[in-house]
């Protein structure tokens, strides 16, 4: 199987901003052992402008947009520095792709960024994949990872998108709120009844949230891919995923 994984700023990093190093090194090993399996892994990560302003010091997310590319420029280097790390630990090779909503839109970008990763999966490494947020601004910006996600996954044809966050999945109502909600295990079809238990975005660090979320559903199934919406406090629970067993979270279906 050809698998995308993407994992939020929420599931990477404490709520100081620094990296939560018990669960990416999890999550590297998970991923590394996945591969080994047989299966192709590509890895869409956020986290640079999280861990950038962790590393800088500056509490909040701040509103202007050159601190924010600052921050993008110094988090995406220490990602790809601990990615390079964990994943060097079982022998995987990663490569940085860096995309902005130029890229995809153009075809001919969109055709190099399609042949760059078929060659680095044939190669045996593991592509990480991140908005390239120094540069994109407002006219070209693909927006959050969940989009993003999307995007990679059917433009690589795919086999599954799994969307890791800091919620089980899609609830029948905001569990935050209501007692009496509960997880959907399968979607078979976005209907307007699905878009409309999409909310606003979650947690301080990451630009997500359900919403975007149900709109990478719609990307990715109408694109012929599955996708799943789990929770990234539990790196293992992808083997189950990947090996068609029961797990917590929400899996919507390819259009068929
Ligand atoms: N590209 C952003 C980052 O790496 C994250 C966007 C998102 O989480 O949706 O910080």
Redesign the pocket.
């Known amino acids: 199987m050809r698998i995308v994984v993407k994992v ?2 929420s599931t990477l990093a404490h709520a100081t901003g620094h990296l939560n190093i018990k669960r990416v090194e999890e999550l590297c090993k998970v991923l590394s052992d996945i591969k080994n399996a047989g299966h192709e892994v590509v890895l869409v ?8 302003l962790g590393k800088l010091l500056i509490k909040s997310k701040p509103d202007d947009i050159p601190t924010k590319q600052a921050a ?1 420029a110094v ?2 280097c220490e ?1 790809m520095y601990t990615y390079d790390k964990l994943f060097s630990e079982y022998n995987h090779t990663v490569a940085q792709i860096l995309l902005t909503g130029a890229d995809v839109k153009d075809p001919v970008r969109h055709g190099n960024f399609q042949n760059t990763v078929y060659r680095l999966l044939e190669l045996g490494t593991i592509p990480v994949i ?2 390239n ?1 120094s540069i994109a601004t407002e006219e070209i910006v693909i ?4 989009t ?1 996600g999307a995007i990679v996954a059917t433009s690589i044809n795919a086999d599954l998108l799994i969307i890791l966050s800091d919620i089980n999945g899609l609830y029948t109502g905001d569990p935050h709120k209501d007692e009496n909600a509960t997880l959907i295990k399968v979607v078979e079809e976005i209907n307007d009844d699905i878009l409309r238990l999409g909310g606003g975005s979650g947690s301080s ?4 949230g359900m919403k ?1 979320k149900l709109t990478a559903a719609e990307i990715t199934t109408g694109g012929g891919v599955d996708m799943i919406i789990a929770n990234g406090n539990n790196p293992a629970a992808i083997y189950d995923m990947v090996d068609g067993n029961d797990f917590v979270g929400t899996k919507f279906c390819k259009r068929k």
């Open positions: 939020g700023t990560s956020s986290g640079a402008i999280g861990m950038g993008a988090g995406q990602l991140n908005e947020d927006g959050d990872n969940d993003l660090l990451g630009t997500g975007t």
